[in-house]
C-alpha cells in the first residue's frame, strides 16, 4: 500500500536535547511538507522541499532543521532552541505537476513531548 | 499573504440533521480552496477542493461546499450527518502561485445521537 509513514507515534524530548521525527513517503511525491498542530491553532508550516537537496522555511522554521537526501524521506530536527515544541507534528506530500491545485496526503503524525 | 477564517470553532449537531461549517478566506487574487478532515489522533484527509469551473464542488462521505468569489466564502455542507462525521474539518487556501497551504484554525463538529 502507498502512503506516508511517520515516526515514532510518541516521543519525549529532554532539555536541551535535538530530537529528530521521521517522515517516509512511498508515493513517488516530489513534494513534502511538515506541519505543526497545536489545539485551536490549526496547522502552521515548518518546513517544505519541492525537489531532493533544495528545501524552504514556512512561517514557524526557527527551532527546525530538515534534509531532503531521498525523494522518499523528508527528517525534521526538532532542536534545543525550539523553546516550545510540545504539539503534534504532521508530515505531508504532493506531487509536483501544478503548483497549488494539487492535494497534500498527510501522515499519522508524531506527538512530541517534553520531559 | 491570505488568511483562512474558520468562524466557528465547536460545532455540536443531532445525527441526521444538516450542518453547515463555515469558512471565510481574505485574497486579492485567484485562488485554490480546500476542505481537509481529521479524525480524532490522525494525520488530515482531503474532503473536496475548489480549483475553478462549477462553484458547487462535491466530495466524499456526502460532503459539498460551495464557491461564493463575492463573498469570499468557501462553507462546507453535509444534509444529514451520521456519528462517524465526528471530527475537526479544516478550510485551506492556496494562492495559485505556490505549494504552500494556510490552513484555518479547524472547526470540531460534535455529532450525537
Known amino acids: 500500500d502507498g502512503g506516508i509513514t511517520q515516526s515514532p507515534k510518541y516521543l519525549f524530548r529532554k532539555e536541551g536535547q535535538n530530537v529528530t521525527l521521521s517522515c517516509e513517503q512511498n508515493l513517488n511525491h516530489d513534494a513534502m511538507y511538515w506541519y505543526r498542530q497545536d489545539p485551536g491553532q490549526g496547522l502552521r508550516l515548518i518546513y517544505y522541499?519541492?525537489?531532493?537537496?533544495?528545501?524552504q522555511k514556512g512561517d514557524i522554521a526557527e527551532g527546525y532543521s530538515v534534509s531532503r537526501e531521498k525523494k522518499e524521506s523528508f527528517p525534521l530536527t526538532v532542536t534545543s532552541a525550539q523553546k516550545n515544541p510540545t504539539a503534534f507534528y504532521l508530515c505531508a506530500s504532493s506531487i509536483f505537476s501544478k503548483p497549488g491545485q494539487e492535494t497534500q496526503y498527510f501522515g499519522p503524525g508524531t506527538r512530541l513531548l517534553v520531559l | 499573504a491570505q488568511s483562512v477564517t474558520q468562524l466557528d470553532s465547536q460545532v455540536p449537531v443531532f445525527e441526521e440533521a444538516p450542518v453547515e461549517l463555515r469558512c471565510n478566506y481574505s485574497s486579492s487574487v485567484s485562488v485554490y480552496l480546500f476542505w481537509y478532515v481529521q479524525y480524532p489522533n490522525q494525520g488530515l484527509q482531503l474532503l473536496l477542493k475548489y480549483l475553478s469551473g462549477s462553484t458547487l464542488v462535491k466530495g466524499i462521505n456526502g460532503f459539498e461546499a460551495e464557491f461564493n468569489k463575492s463573498q469570499t466564502s468557501f462553507h462546507l455542507r453535509k444534509p444529514s450527518v451520521h456519528i462517524s462525521d465526528t471530527a475537526e474539518y479544516f478550510c485551506a487556501v492556496n494562492p495559485n502561485s505556490g505549494y504552500a497551504l494556510n490552513f484555518g484554525k479547524g472547526t470540531s463538529l460534535l455529532v450525537t445521537p
Open positions: 522541499s519541492q525537489i531532493v537537496n533544495d528545501f
